[in-house]
């Protein structure tokens, strides 16, 4: 009798240890889940085993090794951050950032805090310092501010005796050295300022960052990353940044996959040589290479120029440039000067296996590009290149029948038009604004949209990785002080839901990475965002003040802002 009940208490204690061992990882419960899939959109909970997503469902929760109660939080995939600049982020975070720096009182305190952050001996360089003295951050247009700022070496010389110091102004035309970098480069100024072939010099003597300064900096993007939700970026960094990506790899600190590719065209023989192209037969339809957590197949490159500069291709001239030049329309890149060229390169990368992505901001710039499309299908045959327009900025009301039937993927970056009103009226007028950021017409034309950031931004502005300023922008079309009233250009607005599926599902399928990422469903990657507030349930304004409370990768919570763990 003793040795029945021993056995059955061991058998009892097995079954009980076999059922907690089967079950998931981990469950999140009682949410508000919009999952991004058309056939079941909404849910209260998701299981996740391993990295992947298991289970999703509603009604009774499930159990699991450990239990987030969401308490009606919502719950939305993993931001897919279709562009971004990974090392330059790193860098300005880091480092400094002076883009809204116009007095001697604020320069000071950046330059002591950047020298909190970084040992001795590190270099602090860039900084765009007066980048908003042109305009004033967060208007509509109109603002013109006169004042100019120009710091000089007297104001930090005795706060950065262990850092030299170079920074420029956003339009690079002036820099500042202090004593230290002076010295350093073997220049002489009273003042620190440099100008010309002077400065031109100093900045190519300026010493390579140190591959600890590299790393460190990437840990603090990937720090922004998890803050913001954002579990996917498409990074266009130097190629030295993939060794980067591998230490933070092999020491476990990478929590954001990378989607990356080369930003020089002459780069595709090289991505073609290593095997970094799209497997176009892989089963299941076209996949990128690498693997989870690096993946490749992507070739970055220009057409055009910026608006910023007046360097963006136009048909007609800019409006603002009727004395100087008054026929100027905008230029073209380091490829794209020869056409022919250019052409031929983008249909050997295309012929090589190599997705194109391009940068092109002008309308005639976009026209053309379009109009290339038919020359790689009558070249190498038609297939689904997902040819990714990058910016798509200004398109001509009779190019967007160009769109139609080519599987184009809009590449852009709805901040941009929060904070671009503020001046693109003045560069090319109202009538070809309207062509601008023109994200229902694209849509409506069977573009798809893929939605990111352009995070760090240009020399002008710093555009943040925040996801929900993006939202915002594409639903409301307004500046973050909430002007114009009725959104710049009202009828290019689109709906939350659309806004969401452009920053996850589009930016997925725009890499060739929609099976494993994008919604929530079981099987998919189990990389998802908690937020603090219901985007559905508030106003646009409110969003600018959300949070992130967990980041989910790989079924792994990698930032908690609540300290909450499970039920």
């Not at 790193?90 to 020298?115: H, P, S, Y």
């Not at 400065?199 to 922004?224: G, H, M, T, Y």
């Not at 996949?287 to 910023?308: C, N, R, S, Y």
């Not at 970056?413 to 693109?424: A, E």
Request: proline fraction near 4%.
């Amino acid at each position: 009798m003793r040795l029945s009940i021993s056995l059955l208490i061991v058998a009892l204690f097995s079954c009980q240890t076999n059922e907690k061992t089967d079950l998931p990882d981990l469950a999140f419960v009682n949410g508000k889940i919009w999952t991004g899939d058309k056939q079941n959109p909404w849910i209260s909970w998701v299981t996740v085993e391993d990295s992947r997503i298991k289970e999703v469902g509603s009604g009774k929760n499930p159990e699991a090794k450990e239990v987030i109660d969401l308490k009606g939080r919502l719950l939305v995939p993993g931001f897919n951050d279709s562009h971004v600049h990974f090392a330059q982020a790193g860098g300005l975070l880091l480092g400094i950032n002076l883009l809204d720096v116009n007095d001697n009182e604020l320069f000071i305190q950046r330059v002591k805090e950047t020298t909190e952050r970084l040992p001795a001996g590190s270099w602090i360089t860039k900084g765009d310092w007066g980048a908003y003295e042109a305009w004033a951050l967060g208007s509509e247009g109109g603002q013109t501010r006169k004042r100019e700022f120009e710091p000089t070496r007297s104001l930090i010389d005795d706060i950065t005796q262990n850092h030299p110091v170079l920074v420029t102004r956003y339009d690079k035309q002036v820099g500042m050295a202090n004593e230290l970098a002076l010295a350093q480069l073997g220049i002489e100024s009273a003042t620190g300022i440099l100008r010309g072939q002077q400065l031109i010099n100093a900045l190519n003597n300026v010493p390579e960052k140190s591959f600890d300064r590299k790393l460190a900096e990437a840990q603090r993007a990937l720090e922004e990353c998890r803050k913001w939700g954002v579990t996917t970026v498409q990074d266009m960094s130097p190629l030295d940044q993939l060794d980067v990506y591998d230490a933070l790899r092999k020491n476990g600190d990478l929590t954001c996959r990378i989607n990356y590719a080369p930003s020089r065209l002459s780069e595709y023989q090289n991505m073609v040589e290593k095997g970094w192209v799209i497997d176009w037969d892989a089963l299941g339809g076209p996949q990128p290479a690498g693997d989870e957590w690096v993946t490749l197949g992507t070739i970055k490159t220009h057409i055009d120029g910026i608006m910023g500069g007046r360097s963006a291709r136009f048909y007609e001239p800019y409006n603002d440039n009727s004395v100087e030049t008054p026929s100027w329309r905008g230029g073209w890149r380091e490829f794209s000067q020869d056409l022919p060229n250019f052409k031929d390169m983008l249909i050997k990368a295309d012929a090589g296996g190599v997705q194109l992505r391009i940068h092109a901001i002008g309308d005639e710039a976009n026209a053309i590009l379009l109009n290339i499309l038919d020359t790689l299908d009558a070249v190498n045959g038609k297939r689904d290149r997902r040819f990714r327009l990058v910016h798509a900025q200004v398109i001509s009301k009779e190019d967007f029948a160009l769109f139609r039937d080519r599987n184009v993927v809009a590449e852009v970056q709805p901040y941009h038009v929060t904070d671009d009103m503020r001046w693109m009226e003045e560069r090319i007028g109202h009538e070809r604004c309207k062509g601008a950021y023109a994200f229902k017409t694209l849509q409506e034309n069977g573009c798809l949209l893929s939605f990111g950031s352009d995070w760090p931004g240009t020399n002008a502005s710093y555009y943040p990785i925040n996801p929900l300023y993006g939202l915002y922008a594409a639903v409301t079309r307004q500046t973050l002080v909430g002007e114009p009233a009725e959104g710049w250009f009202p009828e290019q607005r689109i709906s939350l839901e659309e806004a969401l599926k452009a920053y996850t599902w589009g930016s997925s399928y725009g890499a060739f990475e929609e099976n494993v990422k994008g919604t929530i469903e079981s099987g998919k990657l189990a990389d998802m965002a908690v937020l603090d507030t219901d985007l559905f349930e508030t106003s646009p304004e409110n969003w600018l003040k959300a949070n992130v409370d967990y980041t989910i990768v790989g079924g792994r919570i990698v930032y908690n802002r609540i300290g909450e763990s499970d039920d």
